[in-house]
């Protein structure tokens, strides 16, 4: 049994040859800007790449044209011309194509992650059923850690008479089950509550796991049940796609200002 130990104790130790010091070598200097970002198609379903190019060059192309290389598997590098147009293109996100959510992953010589670890992608997340004067920006900050990593709240939704929830930026998991709603308490209401949660530009996720990236009829835990001669549940559906936003007193107005430009009115 001791030698037994001994040799597992060897085989768990690493070899003073195997250890090499790397200490003194000089960091490298930053590189120059660099206005590219990976993207990874999120989904089980095959594409056109060609079509993903085009796809690309329609909607990514702004001051400058951009350049699409095929990076692996579903995986790809944009080029950008500047990093305006770079920035621009983020600050839409999320992003989909034919229905496919698009991982958007900016390289960086500090990263030390594989693509495939990549999932984080940000959603604008709609808060249903919040008791009357509760919008205030703590509170946004706590429901959006429960739904991922918060990020920002939607100024305007903090007002009661924007409209019927709260909206919160989140960087959401799309590798696990959306999230459906949370029931919560307030110290100053009796009874437990039931928020809502609702996605915004929501491809496609199925409707029995929850997860992004098929539809049901494709999901392998749909699919058991249906061989086993189970009813699926689908606890998943419709509901969870974010509703249109409410139009402020502002909007018309700027609407209005518009057509009275263009000489509509």
Not at 71 to 93: A, I, P
Not at 137 to 143: G, K, N, P, S, T
Not at 184 to 209: G, M, Q, S
């Amino acid at each position: 049994m001791d030698s037994f130990l001994n040799d597992i104790s060897q085989a768990l130790t690493v070899k003073e040859k195997e250890v090499v010091n790397i200490s003194n070598i000089t960091a490298p200097h930053p590189p120059p800007q660099c206005n590219r970002i990976f993207c990874e198609i999120f989904s089980r379903r095959g594409h056109n790449p060609k079509q993903f190019f085009n796809f690309i060059t329609r909607n990514w192309t702004r001051r400058f044209p951009v350049d699409t290389s095929t990076y692996d598997t579903d995986v790809y590098m944009v080029t950008f011309g500047c990093q305006g147009d770079l920035l621009r293109v983020l600050s839409k996100k999320p992003w989909h194509f034919q229905n496919q959510h698009l991982v958007l992953c900016l390289p960086s010589t500090l990263q030390n992650a594989s693509l495939d670890s990549i999932t984080i992608i940000r959603f604008w997340v709609q808060v249903f059923h919040l008791p009357l004067l509760s919008k205030y920006e703590h509170l946004a900050q706590i429901i959006g850690g429960l739904i991922g990593n918060f990020i920002d709240v939607h100024e305007d939704s903090l007002n009661e008479g924007w409209g019927p929830f709260l909206r919160i930026r989140v960087g959401v998991d799309v590798s696990k089950p959306l999230l459906r709603g949370q029931m919560v308490t307030f110290a100053w209401i009796k009874d437990d509550l039931w928020l809502d949660f609702r996605y915004e530009r929501l491809p496609d996720f199925c409707y029995e796991c929850g997860i992004k990236g098929h539809v049901f009829d494709k999901c392998h835990v749909y699919l058991e049940k249906i061989d086993e001669g189970k009813e699926p549940d689908l606890c998943y559906g419709p509901l969870l796609e974010g509703s249109p936003l409410p139009k402020s007193p502002y909007d018309r107005y700027r609407q209005d200002f518009s057509k009275q430009a263009l000489g509509l009115l």
